[in-house]
């Protein structure tokens, strides 16, 4: 009876197969360990100075690659402070920030403003936090007051006060 109930032990394990494929096209293995915040506004200050506000409809935070991400995968705004002066801004139809590489990658819809009024407008963007700066190698229209710049690739810094388009396209008036 032993030896029959042990036969009928091992073929039931043998028989019990999962494809890895299938297995991993069901379960994401990010799903168990994903916070999820709506509606959020966040604030963020250095040495009691208010440099940055994020509000979006949906973020979330996950680990991927060894590195903590968020994800605002319903789009985003960043209002970029000198304490309660708004020194510009910025939104994007998604955003994705590596915590420990400290960059956002920014598709869509992507949109800086600064305080001059000066409008950028692209479909990619890279922020990388520890050196300042915006770039895109995607095609760009800045808008200005008396004047529209495009063409691909830009790099500026965070207040959008002073940029360079890589490779300028179009007609546009030269100050000499």
């Given at each position: 009876?032993?030896?029959?109930?042990?036969?009928l032990?091992?073929?039931?394990?043998?028989?019990?197969?999962?494809?890895?494929?299938?297995?991993q096209?069901?379960?994401?293995?990010?799903?168990?360990?994903?916070?999820?915040?709506?509606d959020?506004?966040?604030?963020?200050?250095?040495?009691?100075?208010?440099?940055?506000?994020?509000?979006?409809?949906?973020?979330?935070?996950y680990?991927?690659?060894?590195?903590?991400?968020?994800?605002?995968?319903?789009?985003?705004?960043?209002?970029?402070?000198?304490?309660?002066?708004?020194?510009?801004?910025?939104?994007?139809?998604?955003?994705?920030?590596d915590?420990?590489?400290?960059?956002?990658?920014?598709?869509?819809?992507?949109?800086?403003?600064?305080?001059?009024?000066?409008?950028?407008?692209?479909?990619?963007?890279?922020?990388?936090?520890?050196?300042?700066?915006?770039?895109?190698?995607q095609?760009?229209?800045?808008?200005?007051?008396?004047q529209?710049?495009?063409?691909?690739g830009?790099?500026?810094?965070?207040?959008?006060s002073?940029?360079?388009?890589?490779?300028?396209?179009?007609?546009?008036?030269?100050?000499?």
């Amino acid at each position: 009876m032993r030896a029959l109930s042990a036969l009928l032990l091992v073929l039931a394990l043998l028989s019990c197969k999962n494809d890895l494929a299938e297995v991993q096209e069901i379960f994401d293995p990010r799903a168990t360990e994903v916070e999820r915040l709506e509606d959020i506004d966040i604030t963020y200050s250095d040495s009691a100075v208010v440099k940055l506000r994020i509000r979006a409809a949906v973020h979330l935070r996950y680990e991927e690659g060894g590195s903590m991400m968020d994800e605002f995968s319903d789009g985003v705004q960043l209002d970029f402070l000198d304490g309660d002066k708004v020194t510009g801004w910025l939104t994007a139809d998604w955003a994705k920030r590596d915590n420990k590489r400290r960059e956002t990658t920014m598709r869509g819809r992507v949109t800086l403003y600064n305080a001059d009024g000066q409008k950028l407008q692209t479909t990619q963007m890279i922020w990388t936090e520890k050196d300042g700066k915006l770039s895109s190698d995607q095609f760009v229209r800045v808008t200005q007051e008396d004047q529209v710049l495009q063409g691909y690739g830009f790099v500026t810094d965070e207040e959008f006060s002073s940029f360079e388009i890589t490779s300028l396209e179009g007609q546009f008036d030269v100050v000499e």
